[in-house]
C-alpha cells in the first residue's frame, strides 16, 4: 500500500466545498481544512506510488477551487 499527504491551497471561501468533493475519491483517507502552509491536508492511498500520483494529477488537482498543491510520499 502507497500513502501520500497531499497539502492543498484553496481559493478563499473554497475550503469546505474542496473538502467535501476530496471526500468522495476512493484515494483519499481523510481531508481536514488546517491552518498553516497549506488549507487542507489530505491522506491519500493506494496500490502504486504511480496510482496515488494519477489520482492527484488528473482528478484531485483538477477539482474547481484548488490553486496549488504539495504531494509529499511517505515512505516508511
Same mark, same amino acid.
Given at each position: ?18 473538502? #467535501?468533493? =476530496? &471526500? ?6 481523510? $481531508?481536514?481544512?488546517?491552518?498553516? %502552509? ?12 504511480? #496510482?496515488? =500520483? &494519477? ?6 488537482? $483538477?477539482?474547481?477551487?484548488?490553486? %496549488? ?8
Amino acid at each position: 500500500m502507497a500513502r501520500a499527504y497531499l497539502k492543498i491551497s484553496v481559493e478563499m471561501g473554497k475550503e469546505r466545498a474542496v473538502r #467535501d468533493a =476530496l &471526500l468522495h475519491f476512493s484515494e483519499v483517507k481523510s $481531508a481536514d481544512i488546517t491552518t498553516g %502552509d497549506q488549507d487542507i491536508l489530505v491522506l491519500v492511498e493506494a496500490d502504486t506510488y504511480e #496510482d496515488i =500520483l &494519477l489520482a492527484i494529477v488528473d482528478r484531485l488537482r $483538477a477539482l474547481k477551487g484548488v490553486k %496549488d498543491t504539495v504531494t509529499d510520499l511517505v515512505l516508511e
